[in-house]
Structure formats: C-alpha cells, structure tokens
C-alpha cells in the first residue's frame, strides 16, 4: 500500500523532477543560468506565459481548446495602447476596458461554443482570425510605439494618488515586468496571485469541481444539476480574462503594440498546460502540474537563448515538446484502456 | 442478501425521477415506501439551494466522490472531511437493515443513472473530442470511472468499510453492465 502511496506520488509529482534535471543540465553547461539577474529574467519572461495558462488550463480540463488567446493578447495591446496613445485615456481606464474586451472576447467564444455547437477547435480558430485582424486594422498594421515613456504622461498627469500608486506599484507603467517589491518582479508577484486564485477555483470552489466534472463525463454533469451550457461561457470568458492580463503585462514588457506579434503564443501555452499533466481528453489535471510545465517552457527558452541555440530550432524543439507532452498523454490512456 | 420485494423493483430499475415518482406514488404507503420517498426527496433536491431543477445529488456526490479520488494526498484533511461529508450525506451510517437493503437498490440506481451517460457520442472521446470512443472503449472507461468512485475512493481513504455497501452496489451493477466488466473490475482492484 506505501508503495502504491509512493508510486502515485511519484507519478504526480514526476514533472517537477523534469524541471530539476532540466534546470541541472543547464546549469552543468552555462553556470550563469542559475544566476539570480537570469532567475529574475526568467520569472519576467514565463509571467505572460503563466498567467494565459490558467484560463487554458480550465478550458482543456473541459475537454476544449482556445486557439484564439494570442489574437486576444495581440488586440488587447493594440487596443490599450490606442487608447493611451491616440485616444489619451486615463491608463487605469484603458487597462480595465482592455481587459473588459478580451473577457467579452471569451463569452463570444463561450456562445459559438455552448449555443450554437461549433467544435471549439473551429469556433476559437475563427475569433484567432477575427480578432488578428481587428488589431491589424486598427494599428493599421504598424506597431504603436514608444507606449512606456508616452503612457505617464497621457494616463496619469493631473492625478496625483493614481501618479503616486503608480509609481510605488508600477513606475509610471513600465514597471510591471521591470522592477518588483525587493528583488521579485511586479509581473511574477501577478503571475503567483494568479495561480493562487487558478488554484481556488479549481481546488476549494464549486465551479473548480463543475470544470473537473464536465471535462470527465458531461452528459452525467447535466443530469447532476450542472448547468454545463453556462459553465462553458464562464470557462471561455475566464480564459478570456487571463488572455488580457497577459496582454497587460506583455505591452507593459515591450513598450509596443504590435499585431504581427506573439504567432504561435497559444500553442506554447499549450504545451505549458499539457506538460503540467492536464489531459487533453479531459477531466484530469492540477495547477501544480500547470506551474511546472510554464516553469519548464521558460528554463528551457531562457537555456536554449544562453545556449545560443538559433531561433529557428528552438521553435522545433518546442514543437517536438508539445508533441512528445501530447503523445504521453495519448500513450497513457491507450495503455490504460488496452 | 439484498433481495427486494417485487413492486419495488420497477421503482429501482427506473433511472428517470419523473417515472420513479409515479411509480413511487403508486406503492402502498407507510413502512418501507415512507423510507424511500424520503431517500427520493433527499436525492433529488437542490442541498445548494440554487433554485436548480432536475438535480440529482446523490449522482453529483458520486461524480465528486470520482474526482476526490483524483486528488492527491496534499491536502489530504480537506479531502477526508469531505468525504465523510458524503458518507453522511449518503446515509451509509444507517444500520437499519431494511433501509440499507433499500439503499443498496438505491446506490444501483445511481450507478445504472451514471452508466446511462456513458453511451454518448462525446464520452471517452480523445483529442478535445475529435476522435470517438469505440464501444469497447466506453466501456472501459466507464469500469474505471464506477471503479474509482465506489472502490477506488474508498481504498485510497481508508474507508473501505464505512463504503462498502456502495462498494458493493456499483460493483453488482456494473457487472450487470457488461460482460468485460468483471474481468476490468478485477483488474482495477488489482492494480494492474
């Protein structure tokens, strides 16, 4: 019985281990990997990353998917920084309609979905095309620049409380991902909060168990009394949320908007999410599994750039991890059912 | 050991509430069907009070009991108390015999409520549903999920005897089921 204990443990555990021996092997060839300016680095970089995770990590445990947050996340910096930029909107306001709109994006998705029935796949593909498109025809295809030295003075002159929270929290916007209470960058710190509330949801909530039980056996969760079509709109309106704060914290990173950017961000979370353990059939799945899977994405970028391993095999060793991450999970469940 | 009388056995076959509440009017009341109408009330209301209709609790609790037996031991205090929640709420604590004979057809019922679900086109299905179960393949991961929500959940928390009357209702239902589910059950009890 111990064994069994121990073996299960083990098995939950084991993608920690991964990260160890990935962060090892590192560290054995580049010693400045585990230098603290790079841990810092790498805690800035995996924070947009992390954040995304978690609303792709409710909506995969319902059996879905959401190819369309990179567009979110695209048009949430393009549309936050035309706010600022050209509208000179408050930057509190433009954040909080940004996040509005990527939340609203979610329930669109949640509609197709849930009302009209489209597989997932096909109805988050078409908002992937839609809302790409929107940020290009509303930057005009160009990139908004210079959104760190400009925002200030558009968003906060005039105010001072929201001038003296900003800059204890932000630095006038720009210091989300570039400063942080003591040595811990303010996007991390955001990033950690929201895992903890990820974690809630999924662990001490109703709603948390309403996710796990829809992705297990749907048909059973409606007969139960889970009211499964609304779910489905919180699940993809949540992953909105998360979609547009990642876009905060990635147009407070860049100090641009830029709608050609970010090709391919969803498939990295989803690798994050489906190397933490969450099964892509379903119903199974921890957040601790989630933190490890983006902690391993990260180490592995940061390692591969100070390895200098070219751009283009990075994207194909990502590519073979999402594979080799999806093809356990597939390899699993068919050696349980045989 | 748990044999029924005869005019309940349609009541405990019966997996549609509306159908078991005309047939449970139908019984002789008093006795044995004041326990049940009681049983019946318990299990199909809102313990939420959320307003909802067509609940089934006791197929919700057994849906949780499911996902309690995926989670791992950190934690484990929540876990235990929750479960013991639901022994409670399962009224596995009665030691009346009759009414535990009646809540053994009961916990069928539930079961056999569960296995109805198993049949449907997105059940068991892979890749965010775009590759379907075969039949086998249904099966099978509907053994595993009665498994882990009657057996399973007990074995892991060490309630193997405060359960074993569910234990022992979802097992005889699911052999009932289909004939590999004998030979799955025994597997999964083994740990194989």
């Known amino acids: 019985m111990n064994e069994n204990r121990f073996a299960a443990a083990f098995k939950q555990n084991a993608i920690w281990l991964v990260f160890i021996i990935e962060i090892a092997i590192f560290a054995y060839f580049n010693p400045k990997f585990l230098s603290l300016p790079n841990i810092i680095n790498i805690s800035r970089q995996v924070s947009y990353y992390g954040i995304a995770s978690i609303g792709m990590t409710f909506v995969i445990l319902i059996a879905g998917i959401d190819l369309s947050i990179a567009s979110i996340v695209v048009l949430v910096n393009v549309v936050c920084a035309y706010l600022m930029m050209n509208m000179g909107w408050n930057m509190w306001f433009a954040i909080i309609v940004s996040i509005v709109m990527a939340t609203l994006i979610g329930v669109l998705n949640g509609f197709m979905v849930s009302t009209i029935g489209i597989p997932a796949i096909i109805a988050t593909f078409a908002s992937q095309t839609i809302f790409r498109g929107l940020a290009y025809i509303l930057s005009g295809g160009l990139p908004i620049p210079d959104v760190l030295r400009y925002a200030p003075e558009a968003g906060l002159n005039g105010n001072p409380t929201l001038a003296f929270f900003a800059r204890w929290t932000l630095n006038h916007w720009s210091i989300f991902p570039r400063t942080g209470v003591g040595l811990i960058p303010v996007c991390a710190i955001i990033m950690v909060i929201c895992f903890a509330v990820g974690s809630f949801i999924l662990n001490k909530s109703y709603f948390g168990r309403y996710f796990y039980a829809i992705g297990g056996n749907e048909e059973a969760s409606e007969l139960s009394g889970i009211r499964v079509s609304k779910m489905k709109y919180l699940i993809y309106a949540l992953s909105g949320f998360f979609a547009g704060l990642a876009g905060i914290i990635v147009l407070s990173r860049t100090g641009s908007a830029q709608a050609s950017s970010l090709v391919g961000f969803e498939f990295e979370v989803i690798t994050c999410v489906v190397l933490g353990g969450v099964s892509v059939a379903g119903g199974i799945g921890h957040m601790s599994g989630v933190i490890a899977g983006v902690l391993i994405i990260g180490s592995l970028k940061s390692g591969m750039v100070m390895m200098n391993v070219s751009e283009y095999t990075q994207m194909v060793v990502q590519g073979l991890v999402l594979a080799i991450a999806v093809g356990f999970d597939c390899f699993s469940k068919k050696r349980q059912a045989s | ?192």
């Open chain 2, 1 to 192: 050991m748990y044999e029924i009388n005869g005019e309940y056995s349609g009541y405990y076959s019966e997996i549609d509430p509306k159908k078991r509440l005309v047939i449970l009017d139908s019984l002789p009341e008093a006795g044995a069907a004041d326990f049940a109408r009681e049983v019946y009330n318990d299990r199909y209301s809102d313990h939420e009070s959320k307003g909802r209709e067509n609940i089934d609790w006791w197929l919700w609790r057994c849906i949780c009991l499911q996902i309690l037996y995926g989670r791992g031991n950190f934690l484990r205090r929540f876990r235990d108390k929750e479960i013991a929640g639901i022994i409670g709420e399962l009224r596995l604590n009665d030691t009346d015999e009759s009414h535990r004979q009646h809540l053994y057809h009961e916990y069928r019922n539930v079961c056999r409520r569960y296995l109805s679900t198993c049949k449907g086109g997105s059940y068991a299905s892979r890749f965010m549903g775009f590759k379907q179960a075969s039949d086998e393949e249904k099966v099978l991961k509907a053994c595993e999920d009665v498994w882990q929500m009657s057996a399973g959940v007990a074995r892991k928390t060490g309630n193997t005897e405060a359960m074993k009357l569910w234990v022992e209702a979802f097992r005889d239902e699911l052999f009932a089921y289909d004939d590999i589910c004998r030979e799955e059950y025994t597997r999964l009890q083994e740990g194989k």
